[in-house]
């Protein structure tokens, strides 16, 4: 590709809208431009790179034995009535009407589409196991698109979705689905965990996340200091065991605490341990109040709960909520005389508490010598905290340490969610019917571009990984008005291009510091300059990862290409 007439345009500055490094190099190195908030265009040297990234998916699903189709973005508002998604779905559905007033929704991922589309035309369990997938747009209208195509409103993603007739038929759907992921990852060039995430009510085991680690990742992985455990810290179970003091219990005492509201400005003023404080949590669990009890030096996990009420939706108790059912204002709640209507659940580390300290559910007042049989009593004790840096690591090997992640995959086991909501069933061996059972896979193949731009830069621009590199390399004729040197360089773009190789050919008149400083910022892994030493045949090859400069006669190029060309893969 002549860069002439090529449309990339680079910025010398950093865009003052752009946070990350990700997100400022692909503005600046002409990848994409914003159209709208969370949605962006793909220039060609944006829209190569997809393309690289798209066909490493591509090939790992094929090669996974699933069968590439492609769905419509639009999806009519029944289908995702039919599923009881409609509502569920909330703000995050872009949904518009069409000339006839009927309602529709811009697909966000595809579980009804493509559940519909098998009920319809598989019957029988001789069709199945079966394996879908596209890579195609989706919409969902982000609270917060940042970061640029990180976090976007409209994205592509590679969605998947097995169908097997037996529970050992998903887990090998699922299995061969997470080492193509593994595949696609490891040849996108990232460094990637695939950690134990969050799989709605029921359990932990049933669905991973595969995370780039980056300090700029939205999730936080907890992993081991010693074995391969990794899950996300939404999920991650405390296993951590608390001895009781063997201290004298004191009796209850009330006193004043005016205006000391937080654990901190507590354990401040009373001069006392923050693990000696009981914290309490009122939370609204899908209409009931639920009043939530860490240690003091702990953080309640809501997701925890949500689990252990098989809940749809667990929010904070709003300042009306918590008055109405604790008859105080948060900040001096307490488990001590609560009303039966509102569930007490606590952490085992609050059990082990001996004369801690507690609101006493009256506006400036605190318990303290609280002791937990004797005081209070809790419905069950439960793990509801998050796990801490520090803690033994639930597998029992290590201790937990932290990273950031961000989440370029998921793999989830549906089970029969949809198709029994929808229908999509299917007669066994002995005519009976059965719902099918289903397993999802997403890639954010946006996000996972972008994430390698993350992982994969410098101070001066991108660095390419070979496997997603828009081009293979970057010819420069450093000079274009002499005559050798142009000669020369349009010899080897045609040879270069003889030989397969995919050139990016600057023959612009610009500047030699602009077509340096541009190479460097758009970062395709070798370049070539033609310079000097043109009239005997010589040029530079210049590694972008390492620094590395060779001069080679242009009777050695495409070796030498070649060579550094395998090393970098
Ligand atoms: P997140 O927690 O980041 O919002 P999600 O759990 O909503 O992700 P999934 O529904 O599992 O994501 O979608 C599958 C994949 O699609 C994700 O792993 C991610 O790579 C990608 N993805 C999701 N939302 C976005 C977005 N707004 N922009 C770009 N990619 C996205
Ligand atoms: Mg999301």
């Known amino acids: 590709m002549r860069q002439n007439h090529f449309l990339s345009p680079t910025l010398r500055d950093v865009p003052s809208d752009a946070e990350v490094s990700s997100h400022q190099l692909m503005l600046r190195a002409g990848l994409i431009r914003q159209t709208a908030s969370g949605v962006y265009s793909f220039l060609p040297l944006g829209m190569r790179a997809l393309k690289k990234v798209e066909n490493i998916v591509r090939e790992e699903m094929d090669a996974a034995g699933a069968q590439e189709l492609l769905m419509p973005a639009v999806q009519p508002a029944e289908l995702w009535q039919e599923s009881g998604r409609w509502e569920a779905y909330g703000p995050e559905l872009m949904r518009f009407y069409d000339r006839h007033k009927r309602e529709f929704a811009l697909g966000p991922t595809h579980e009804e589409v493509i559940t519909t589309l098998v009920r ?72 990637f965990r695939a950690v134990v995430a969050d799989s709605g009510a029921m359990g932990g085991k049933d669905t991973h996340e595969f995370m780039v680690l980056s300090s700029i990742g939205e999730d936080t992985i907890a992993y081991s200091s010693v074995s391969n455990y990794a899950a996300n810290i939404e999920i991650a179970p405390v296993v951590s065991k608390y001895e009781k003091s ?71 108790a709003s300042h009306e909520q918590t008055i109405n059912y604790m008859n105080c204002e948060p900040g001096f709640i307490g488990p001590i005389n609560v009303s ?86 299917f007669l066994d061996e002995n005519g009976k019917s059965k719902p099918m059972i289903m397993g ?17 830069h410098d101070d001066k621009g991108i660095v390419w990984p070979t496997t997603v590199a828009p081009f293979d390399l970057h010819l420069i004729a450093v000079n274009t008005k002499n005559a050798d040197q142009k000669q ?64 080679v006669h242009t009777d050695q190029l495409l070796n030498v290409v070649q060579d550094l060309t395998e090393r970098l893969a």
């Open 120 to 191: 319809d035309d598989v019957k029988s369990y001789k069709k199945l196991p079966m394996t879908l997938y596209q890579i195609q747009t989706k919409f969902r209208d982000e609270r917060r698109p940042r970061f640029g195509v990180l976090r976007s409103r409209e994205f592509i993603m590679k969605d998947a979705y097995s169908f097997d007739t037996t529970q050992e038929g998903l887990d090998k759907s699922y299995d061969s689905m997470f080492l193509a992921y593994t595949n696609v990852f490891t040849r996108c060039g990232l460094d």
């Open 440 to 456: 999802c896979y997403g890639i954010g193949v946006t996000r996972v571009l972008a994430a390698t731009i993350e992982q994969n």
């Open 488 to 551: 020369l360089s349009e010899d080897l773009y045609k040879q270069l291009k003889r030989a397969g190789c995919d050139v990016l050919f600057d023959d612009r008149a610009e500047r030699p510091g602009v077509k340096f400083a541009d190479a460097d910022l758009i970062g395709l892994p070798l370049r070539i300059t033609v310079g000097k030493k043109a009239a005997e045949g010589i040029v530079e090859v210049k590694v972008r990862k390492t620094d590395e400069v060779l001069e």
């Open 340 to 425: 039966n209507d509102v569930d007490i659940v606590a952490d085992p580390a609050v059990e082990a508490i001996v004369n801690g300290v507690c609101g006493a559910n009256e506006k400036d007042k605190h318990y303290k010598y609280v002791n937990s049989q004797r005081d209070f009593s809790v419905k069950d004790y439960i793990d509801l905290r998050f796990i801490k840096e520090g803690d033994p690591s639930p597998d029992g090997q290590g201790v937990i340490k932290f990273a950031e992640g961000i989440e370029v995959g998921h793999v989830f086991k549906l089970g029969t969610r949809y198709s029994e909501a929808m229908g999509a069933v």
């Open 246 to 316: 063997n201290e004298d219990e004191k009796p209850l005492e009330k006193f004043d605490t005016p205006d000391l509201k937080t654990i901190d400005e507590l354990a401040n003023s009373l001069n006392i341990d923050k693990d000696k404080l009981i914290k309490a949590v009122l939370f609204m669990v899908d209409e009931k109040p639920v009043l939530a009890l860490v240690r003091g030096d702990h953080e309640v996990n809501d997701v925890k709960i949500k689990h252990f009420y098989h809940a749809q939706v667990v929010e904070l």
